[in-house]
């Protein structure tokens, strides 16, 4: 079975530049959680989406948004970027995204650098 | 909210020492997660624990929940398991959250 995939791997983007970053989760996982980590703030939990809806964010301005599509695949959108927004994003696949059963798997993460 | 402390924050064994991490946590959680990142920032899961002890070769770990810790045992230290080890809670207030430790940095010399 594959293993979470998310791309690209690497970007670059410019201060006032938007970025959309994409996660495919492992086959038949309906959640899809999305982290960033910093050298300052370690790993920061972000969104998670689950059935194509969101059902909470972490304590991220409005700028970091998502969505999820019927297939499962997330995308994390960031706008009018900040230097500060410079991370490894990495998103996360549940199968259910339940109390029962919520052993995550991570994707290799996307490593965006904000000049 | 939650606190995820963990102990100590950098480490540096020969190859062949053991240790023990140690992850210390402030509240009630529903799961609990230990993690290797590799120099390259792929998380790979090394154990999925609850409650109890699991081993896995050279790995084992184990989580008493109501005592609010859990350990993770490395034995015969390779080189390769030189990376930052995070445990991670699991939470759960309408959805489930990851709440990341602080992470324990290991660096194995041959």
């Known amino acids: 079975k594959a293993g979470v995939t998310q791309t690209p791997r690497y970007l670059i983007k410019t201060r006032g530049q938007q970025v959309t970053l994409s996660c495919s989760p492992i086959?038949?996982?309906?959640?899809v959680s999305w982290y960033q980590q910093t050298p300052g703030q370690g790993l920061q939990f972000l969104f998670e989406y689950f059935s194509e809806t969101q059902r909470n964010k972490g304590n991220f301005p409005g700028r970091f948004s998502g969505r999820q599509f019927s297939n499962s695949r997330s995308e994390m959108n960031v706008s009018t970027l900040e230097l500060g927004d410079s991370a490894l994003y990495l998103c996360?696949?549940?199968?259910?995204?339940?109390?029962?059963?919520?052993?995550?798997?991570f994707g290799p993460g996307t490593r965006l650098t904000v000049l | 909210g939650i606190q995820v402390e963990q102990s100590p924050p950098d480490l540096i064994l020969q190859e062949g020492a053991n240790s023990t991490l140690r992850c210390n946590f402030s509240d009630s959680v529903n799961n609990l997660q230990w993690f290797h990142q590799n120099p390259w920032g792929q998380l790979i899961n090394l154990f999925y624990?609850?409650?109890g002890t699991k081993q896995n070769g050279r790995l084992s770990a184990t989580t008493v929940a109501t005592e609010r810790y859990s350990l993770l045992y490395i034995s015969s230290s390779q080189t390769t398991d030189s990376g930052v080890y995070f445990c991670a809670v699991t939470i759960f207030t309408g959805f489930q959250k990851l709440v990341f430790g602080t992470g324990t940095r290991l660096l194995v010399s041959p």
């Open positions: 996360a696949s549940s199968l259910e995204g339940g109390v029962l059963d919520n052993e995550q798997f």
């Open positions: 624990i609850p409650s």
């Open positions: 086959s038949g996982h309906r959640s």
